[in-house]
Nanobody, 124 residues
Framework: QVQLVESGGGLVQAGGSLRLSCAAS????????MGWFRQAPGKEREFVAA????????YYADSVKGRFTISRDNAKNTVYLQMNSLKPEDTAVYSC?????????????????WGQGTQVTVSS
């Protein structure tokens, strides 16, 4: 069993930056593909980014490509999402998730463990 806890959310002006963290406990994250998802009010959950267990491969949604960077530190059992050039449409609850699927995936059905999420609000 993996427990995931996100932190780092908050209120930021458009054009600003935030760095989200996802700390895991219960077992090591080695071997897990990790992903970030977000859900805005009244909308379905959407994929943001994913990273392979080694950190060598990443995958981004088109809407965040070039602005967001996913990374991980397996020694610290933590995954990060650096968000730059934030836009009001990035406002959502951001959640991290862990998957045992070998390849990077944007399907939330492929992820086995989920955090509770952290709120990110971008003002215009």
């Amino acid at each position: 069993q993996v427990q995931l806890v996100e932190s780092g959310g908050g209120l930021v002006q458009a054009g600003g930056s935030l760095r989200l963290s996802c700390a895991a406990s219960g077992r090591t994250l080695r071997g897990y593909v990790m992903g970030w998802f977000r859900q805005a009010p009244g909308k379905e959950r959407e994929f943001v980014a994913a990273i392979s267990w080694s950190g060598g491969n990443t995958y981004y949604a088109d809407s965040v490509k070039g602005r967001f960077t996913i990374s991980r530190d397996n020694a610290k059992n933590t995954v990060y999402l650096q968000m730059n050039s934030l836009k009001p449409e990035d406002t959502a609850v951001y959640s991290c998730a862990a998957s045992t699927v070998a390849s990077l995936t944007e399907s939330d059905r492929s992820y086995d463990y989920w955090g509770q999420g952290t709120q990110v609000t971008v003002s215009s």
